[in-house]
């Protein structure tokens, strides 16, 4: 963990605690449904985490989730998180998020484009 302040324009951090991987036993989203930048970390005991964002809250599940596949092959949970958006084969993840821009637009555009072509009296 590492607490990050600012001195005039320099940026200030500090090692406040340690983890290994190896003694993480589960990580717990809280909420799934809601944009909840909240989670808790189970080892010995569990700390109750505040991460930047609902976005950071993911990568980071997502690093720790490929961290462990890489080099321990541990099994521990990831509980309430939505399973879409850790997994990197699903169409929905986050790496592929371009192509949900792209089909919101066009979802848009035709709408658009039949609302333009309808004649009101």
């Known amino acids: 963990m590492v ?6 324009r320099e940026e200030k951090y500090e090692i406040v605690e340690k983890w290994f ?3 993480l036993e589960m990580i717990d989203g809280k909420e799934p449904d809601t944009d909840n930048p909240y989670f808790d ?7 109750n985490m505040e991460a930047y964002s609902c ?3 993911y990568t980071f ?6 961290l462990n596949a890489m080099y321990l092959k541990k099994d521990f949970k990831i509980v309430n ?4 958006y850790l997994n990197d084969d ?8 371009d192509f949900l821009v792209v089909m919101r637009v066009c979802f848009y555009a035709s709408n658009l484009l039949c609302l333009s ?3 009101f009296s």
């Open 55 to 57: 976005a950071s809250k």
């Open 41 to 47: 970390m189970h080892f010995h005991k569990v700390y």
């Open 90 to 97: 699903s169409i929905w993840s986050s790496s592929n998020r």
């Open 117 to 119: 072509l309808c004649r």
């Open 21 to 23: 991987l190896k003694d």
């Open 81 to 84: 998180f939505d399973d879409t």
């Open 61 to 66: 599940a997502q690093t720790l989730n490929k």
């Open 3 to 8: 607490k990050h302040w600012r001195v005039d």
